[in-house]
Nanobody, 121 residues
Framework: QVHLVESGGGLVQDGDSLRVSCAAS????????MGWFRQAPRKEREFVAA????????YYADSVKGRFTISRDNAKNTLYLQMNSLKPEDTAVYYC??????????????WGQGTQVTVSS
């Protein structure tokens, strides 16, 4: 079992940067692939980025490629999403998720409660 808690969301301006974090409980964080997802009002949840267990393999949605960076610190049981050049369309609740697979996957088993990111124009 993994408990995930996101933090770092907030209100920023168009073009600003923001880093959100996801703190994980348990001793198995370093064996799990992790992902970030987001859900905007009246829209379905969508994939943002994923990272494998060691952090040496990442994958991004086209909409954030080149602007967002996913990373992890296994010693701190923490996942990060660095978001640069933010746009109003990035406004959403951002969720982290953990997969029992160590490799990047579409199947996630544990979810956090989300953190709100709002980008004003």
């Amino acid at each position: 079992q993994v408990h995930l808690v996101e933090s770092g969301g907030g209100l920023v301006q168009d073009g600003d940067s923001l880093r959100v974090s996801c703190a994980a409980s348990g001793r198995t964080f370093s064996t799990y692939a992790m992902g970030w997802f987001r859900q905007a009002p009246r829209k379905e949840r969508e994939f943002v980025a994923a990272i494998n267990w060691s952090g040496d393999s990442t994958y991004y949605a086209d909409s954030v490629k080149g602007r967002f960076t996913i990373s992890r610190d296994n010693a701190k049981n923490t996942l990060y999403l660095q978001m640069n050049s933010l746009k109003p369309e990035d406004t959403a609740v951002y969720y982290c998720a953990a997969s029992r697979s160590p490799y990047i996957t579409t199947q996630y088993d544990y979810w956090g409660q989300g953190t709100q990111v709002t980008v004003s124009s």
